[in-house]
Nanobody
Framework: QVQLVESGGGLVQAGDSLRLSCEASGRAVETYPMGWFRQAPGKEREFVAA????????NYADSVKGRSTISRDNAKNTVYLRVNNLKPIDTAVYYCAAGRVSFGRLWAPDDYDYWGQGIQVTVSS
């Protein structure tokens, strides 16, 4: 069993930067790929970014590519997502996820086994 706890969300202004953290606990968590997803009101959950267990490979959604960085510190069992130049369209509940996901499907929410409770990010214009 793996538990995930997100932190770092809140209310920010357009153009600001934000770093979300996801602290993981449980057996062998460092062996799981981990991802960030988000869900805006009335919309489906969408992929944001993911990182492989070693941290050497990452994947980003087009909507955040070039202004986001996902990273992980396996010594702290923590995954980070930094988003720069935030826009109102980035407003959503952000979720951290972990699971035995193949590299080619890091974007697929159904392939993840464990989810955090989510954290709100609101970007004002």
């Amino acid at each position: 069993q793996v538990q995930l706890v997100e932190s770092g969300g809140g209310l920010v202004q357009a153009g600001d930067s934000l770093r979300l953290s996801c602290e993981a606990s449980g057996r062998a968590v460092e062996t799981y790929p981990m991802g960030w997803f988000r869900q805006a009101p009335g919309k489906e959950r969408e992929f944001v970014a993911a990182v492989t267990p070693s941290g050497s490979n990452t994947n980003y959604a087009d909507s955040v590519k070039g202004r986001s960085t996902i990273s992980r510190d396996n010594a702290k069992n923590t995954v980070y997502l930094r988003v720069n130049n935030l826009k109102p369209i980035d407003t959503a509940v952000y979720y951290c996820a972990a699971g035995r996901v193949s590299f080619g499907r890091l974007w697929a929410p159904d392939d993840y086994d464990y989810w955090g409770q989510g954290i709100q990010v609101t970007v004002s214009s």
